[in-house]
C-alpha cells in the first residue's frame, strides 16, 4: 500500500514558477518509475512527467524545457518545478506511482 500526497498548487501568472511535491510513503521505497499526470477540465488526464532509476526523465512534448521532475529518494518525496507557466498549464495535477494516485492539486494560471 502506498500513500501520495501532493502540495504546492496554486495561482500563478502566465510566466511564472511553481514547484510541486509528492510526499509518498508505505511501500514506496521499492517502486521505481514515479510521475506526473494533469487533467484540465473537460479533458482526459495526460501524462506530463515520469522519472526511473534505470530509464532517467521523460516529459511530454508540452512541456519539454519548461518542466522538471525529480525525486529525493531519502525524503520519499517527488517533485516537479514548473518554469515559464502558460494558461494551457492550468489542471489539477496528480502524483502517481505503480497503481496508486494521490489527490491532486489544483494549478491555475492566469494570462
Known amino acids: 500500500q502506498v500513500q501520495l500526497v501532493e502540495s504546492g498548487g496554486g495561482l500563478v501568472q502566465a510566466g511564472g514558477s511553481l514547484r510541486l511535491s509528492c510526499a509518498a510513503s508505505?511501500?514506496?521505497?521499492?517502486?521505481?518509475?514515479m510521475g506526473w499526470f494533469r487533467q484540465a477540465p473537460g479533458k482526459q488526464r495526460e501524462l506530463v512527467a515520469t522519472?526511473?532509476?534505470?530509464?532517467?526523465?521523460n516529459y511530454a512534448d508540452s512541456v519539454k524545457g519548461r518542466f522538471t521532475i525529480s525525486r529525493d529518494n531519502a525524503k520519499n518525496t517527488l517533485y516537479l518545478q514548473m518554469n515559464s507557466l502558460k494558461p494551457e498549464d492550468t489542471a489539477v495535477y496528480y502524483c502517481?506511482?505503480?497503481?496508486?494516485w494521490g489527490q491532486g492539486t489544483q494549478v491555475t494560471v492566469s494570462s
Open positions: 502517481w506511482c505503480v497503481n496508486y
Open positions: 508505505g511501500s514506496s521505497t521499492s517502486i521505481d518509475v
Open positions: 522519472i526511473s532509476s534505470r530509464s532517467g526523465t
